[in-house]
């Protein structure tokens, strides 16, 4: 039996983009005078290809050279999935008892010149150090770091992908709703979780870093998620869902009270969802990164409670494999970035305050137009309360 | 208002547990005359430390030295996280403005002598070579690789880890249970998915990476998931559920048809349960990894298909941040391994076959005693008919 038998994987665009992306990359080869790419992360994979196996946590690298199609070198279990794929021609297969870089530079041996200088994406978390000395100890030729080309053309969505990532929004709004909806007394953390995927997968949602449940006085711990804490009335619920399709992601943050908030709650509600206000205005082409931030900061500083938002306004967001569901590595709004915003650029603005009692945080995905931004999530923008 | 006024965060293990693991490293670093180790993996901190943000997907350091407990150099916004866990005394934050290899150089040039070795986790898919390059370059110290001991440490389960696993598998079957029953005429990939994850996370898990969902031909094609694909009556569904309680991980997966089983399906899921069963009779203490592996391949060797199973047997299991979910990367069954399995060691053993036409796979998560194994997951090991 060939490969041929096996089922056909659906990728997200059509033939035609895939060759444009592969032609973008050889031709800064040709530039920089590299015969070959070593690209490791999964999120330039799937922009090079739209290969997506889950098992991208072991070692996988696509081999790209001059000419031709890209070469996948992976384990034996992702043969099928690549081949799959008409976008990936050669494949060649990492045995479980095999070492995974002696396989590549065998790869790399027989089809790059001993002369040829190899570009490397050095950056990506998915090539580890110790891997990197042993290929650079196995091959003759000069290694550089090599990166940004794929990242610059993945800051900027075109219709197609801006359709995913409205879809994407719908489902992450679906999840949040369903969240919401469970807070109920006897409730606790998980069921309120346990709803939240639910809601965002049955909507149409494919897999997506952890999203965050996190009640009472643990909201205001930034980064904590569920752990099977009981809802408690007068707790503050922080929600923030997630979804994606075909790997483009949206994601929606709000925040509830189990009961009524108090004074003190809807107060700095109303000075999270200010922020949020003033940073969707703020948003447009020709902007800066930091005039944005700047906006959106500037709301906490009046207040004088900037010191509890402490980190970035807002982080680019689009293609997506677990643990991450952004492209906030490279594109944010933040203090003094001169990045120029431009239309096309998609991101996620998430306001928040991190105090001891209890925290907030209210956010939206957004893209930018031609004129402005349009926002991608669409739920009531407010501090919920729910009877308990 | 100082971090004493923020809520505590709750850590697995007494603090005694934390204690005897810090004087592990520091042992080994005395052993090895090293003056400090740098421990960048999320599931090294949270074996050390009980850390754990969701924030790993961003840089992050444990700084280990000789003497008095472990720094963390982190993203500001994991600071709270960090410093509501009494064993991470000390926290230095990065600031979204800041190079996070900047901030790390600086504190080790002011904690650790400039001629001092430095072990650094160079295995780590969490260090990047850049990082690494620009780190080698900012610090006088020798740098050298170190690894092995967490995973050591990690490869033998004690009574309160294997709690934790059981109750893990109990949820995992939640989840695998309220997939099957979502197999109704109309459902798709999705609501099975959504249906295991809430079962999963209602049960009491905390988030793991991506369960594997698939029907039909796809099921052929290995390390797939989710894709908005409907159940058709006749089509293999596979399904593989998983769960983690305080990060210790089980999973199992089985296989249903909706509708009636052909007589070369029921043959075929005969055969990769035998080989299940024979794996799970021939692990015990004192026999080696290859040795299981070889039986359980055995199964698929006489009935001349061992060509579609074509991974190791089984994968160690325990601690695990998404995209890892098992240690299979220090520990697996698989040919010709020769380590010696010992009680404590826990597995997900995973028998499958993957054809042109569908594939099958059937597994338990298992942990050896001291005479044999006992499973974790309870679930009947058979391949479900369902009505449809």
């Excluded at 096996?6 to 800064?28: C, I, K, P, S, W």
């Excluded at 690298?61 to 976008?87: D, F, K, T, W, Y």
């Excluded at 995905?365 to 031609?370: F, G, H, R």
Aim: proline share 5%.
């Amino acid at each position: 039996m060939t490969q041929g038998d096996y089922a056909r994987m659906e990728t997200a665009f059509a033939r035609d983009y895939y060759v444009r992306n592969l032609a973008l990359l050889q031709a800064d080869m040709a530039e920089r005078g590299l015969g070959a790419l070593l690209i490791f992360d999964p999120e330039s994979i799937y922009w090079l290809t739209g290969y997506r196996s889950i098992g991208y946590f072991t070692f996988q690298c696509v081999l790209v050279l001059r000419e031709g199609g890209p070469v996948m070198i992976s384990r034996r279990v992702n043969q099928q999935v690549a081949l799959c794929n008409e976008n990936i021609p050669i494949f060649v297969a990492i045995e479980d008892t095999d070492d995974a870089i002696t396989i590549l530079a065998g790869v790399v041996r027989e089809r790059v010149a001993p002369s040829a200088a190899i570009g490397a994406e050095t950056g990506s978390t998915y090539l580890t150090v110790q891997a990197w000395k042993t290929l650079k100890n196995a091959l003759p030729n000069p290694m550089q770091d090599w990166g940004g080309v794929i990242e610059r053309a993945r800051t900027i969505k075109n219709a197609t992908q801006l359709g995913y990532m409205r879809e994407a929004a719908r489902c992450a709004v679906a999840g949040l709703d369903a969240a919401v909806k469970a807070i109920v007394p006897g409730a606790s953390e998980n069921d309120l979780a346990a709803a939240m995927l639910h809601g965002a997968t049955a909507a149409g949602s494919e897999y997506t870093r952890v999203p965050l449940v996190v009640t009472g006085q643990a909201t205001g711990v930034c980064f904590t998620t569920w752990q099977r804490r009981p809802v408690k009335r007068g707790d503050v619920v922080f929600l923030e869902a997630a979804s994606n399709v075909n790997r483009y992601h949206a994601m929606i943050a709000r925040c509830c009270i189990a009961g009524e908030a108090t004074a003190e709650q809807k107060r700095l509600a109303g000075i999270v969802i200010e922020s949020l206000d003033r940073a969707i205005e703020a948003l447009k082409p020709g902007t800066t990164s930091g005039v944005v931030d700047a906006a959106c900061r500037a709301v906490f500083e009046k207040a004088g409670i900037a010191t509890y938002f402490d980190h970035r306004t807002a982080y680019a967001i689009g293609i997506g494999f677990p643990p991450n569901w952004a492209e906030g590595r490279f594109l944010s709004l933040r203090p003094d970035d001169p990045t120029v915003i431009e239309p096309g650029m998609t991101f996620h603005i998430v306001p928040s305050v991190f105090m001891p009692e209890f925290g907030f945080c209210f956010s939206e995905s957004v893209a930018v137009t031609d004129a402005g931004c349009e926002v991608l999530t669409d739920y009531p923008r407010e501090l919920i309360e729910v009877a308990f």
